[in-house]
């Protein structure tokens, strides 16, 4: 246990003194290695390359190039469009708007700061305009964006795919049904805030201007049906079709929405910086990670948990509670470069399914987006909306409680996970 305590208390070093993560973690793993007396540099540079020499780690830099391309295309708008003509006739109909227009957004980027960029920088303006208090606008649309990172085509299940050799298909698959019931929950929330603070309803539209919305929105709302639909057929691999999803994107944005050639390269350089993030962090974690697995901590892990509970519903409350507290502190992408080799041994030997566990890490460490002190989306929140962080984390109270049961849910009802991969 030496090994964990001197770990923990260098990366958490690394974290309050405002390291970029992905170095904070690099020097946590060369801090580990002088611990454990292994002192090999050449062996450190190359787990920092096998760390990223991972043929499905490719899906990454195209899924974001998508997200990018689409972002820029000014699909955003068409998506507003047709979700408000679904939901916006309902009391806090933008409030609702908000929240599907993520579910729909997530097909397309699977990232939760994509989403709150692209969507917030539109809505929060509209809602307060339409009447919503500016903290509650900016709040929703923080909250409903970790739906992103939830729903296929999710980057952080191809990370856990990946590291864990689990199917990327069936993780896809095992996050469908937890996205709706985030979505489900958080549009449950507005109605509730809606008629308690007399938001607005939206107007109705009529069936022939609807299609006609929908017309508009045919492009965008394919591309998540032809990635899946493709990976289940077995025409292409989930790295395949992230490298198809940038191609249509781009076919998309061009012919479709008319983007200029000029404007590519700036979205290049977009998708080449946020890669580049990821793959740092990936490097450097699976560095840290080989050598705590040659430490044994996960093996000294499991016996802790052994002698702590047998009972399996036990292990996931605590687990639960764990990565609740772990996401408050690192972000979702390390903290599953460092969790999965370590939790998911332990997780299988309590007999938990490793797709089950994949989608309980995603959902929970999402939370941890919007938590102090180093929620990515809820500085990007701030930003966007001109907002003090206090303010918008008071907002968010009553939503964390309800993403946490909703997590909790996802946990003792394996089935709404396992149901739609059992089927392929």
């Known amino acids: 246990m030496e090994t964990v305590i001197f770990f923990l208390v260098v990366l958490f070093i690394t974290i309050l003194i ?3 993560i992905g170095f904070g973690v690099g020097i946590t793993a060369v801090s580990v290695m002088f611990f454990l007396d292994m002192s090999n540099i050449m062996m450190i540079a190359r787990r920092l390359i096998t760390g990223v020499d991972i043929y499905t780690l490719l899906a990454i830099p195209f899924f974001m190039l998508a997200g990018e391309i689409m972002n820029k295309s000014g699909i955003v708008k068409d998506l507003l469009h047709f979700s408000r003509a679904l939901v916006g006739r309902f009391v806090g109909g933008l409030a609702h708007v908000n929240v599907l227009m993520s579910m729909l957004f997530a097909g397309l980027s699977g990232s939760s700061v994509a989403d709150t960029s692209a969507i917030g920088s539109i809505l929060i303006p509209m809602m307060k305009e339409e009447g919503y208090d500016k ?4 709040a929703i649309t923080c909250s409903s964006s970790l739906i992103g990172v939830i729903i296929p085509p999710s980057i952080p299940m191809i990370i856990i795919g990946s590291i864990a050799q689990i199917s990327i298909v069936k993780l896809f698959l095992g996050g469908a049904i937890p996205g709706i019931l985030v979505g489900l929950a958080l549009m449950g929330l507005s109605y509730y805030y809606a008629k308690k603070r007399n938001y607005p309803v939206g107007e109705k539209i009529g069936f022939t201007e609807f299609l006609g919305v929908t017309k508009h929105t045919f492009w965008a709302l394919i591309l998540p049906l032809i990635i899946l639909g493709g990976i289940l057929s077995g025409l292409f691999t989930a790295t395949e079709a992230g490298a198809i999803a940038a191609v249509y994107a781009m076919i998309v944005a061009r012919v479709v929405y008319k983007v200029k050639w000029k404007e590519y390269p700036n979205i290049l350089l977009t998708a080449a910086i946020n890669t580049g993030i990821v793959m740092l962090i990936c490097g450097t974690a699976m560095a840290l990670t080989w050598y705590l697995a040659t430490a044994q901590v996960p093996q000294h892990l499991t016996k802790y948990m052994m002698a702590v509970t047998e009972n399996k519903w036990v292990f996931l409350f605590v687990l639960n509670i764990m990565l609740f507290l772990v996401g408050t502190v690192i972000d979702l992408t390390p903290s599953l470069f460092l969790l999965v080799p370590i939790l998911l041994p332990v997780s299988t030997y309590f007999g938990i399914d490793p797709i089950h566990f994949g989608v309980i890490m995603v959902a929970n460490l999402s939370v941890g987006l919007i938590t102090p002190p180093v929620g ?3 500085y990007v929140g701030t930003t ?6 206090h303010t918008l984390v008071k907002e968010l109270l009553p939503m964390y409680f309800v993403l946490f049961m ?8 394996p089935p709404l996970v396992l149901w739609l991969p059992s089927l392929f």
């Open 135 to 138: 903290p509650f606008s900016v």
């Open 18 to 20: 405002g390291l970029p």
């Open 406 to 413: 909703t997590v909790m849910l996802i946990t003792y009802a």
């Open 376 to 378: 990515t989306v809820l």
């Open 384 to 389: 966007i909306g001109g907002i003090e962080l």
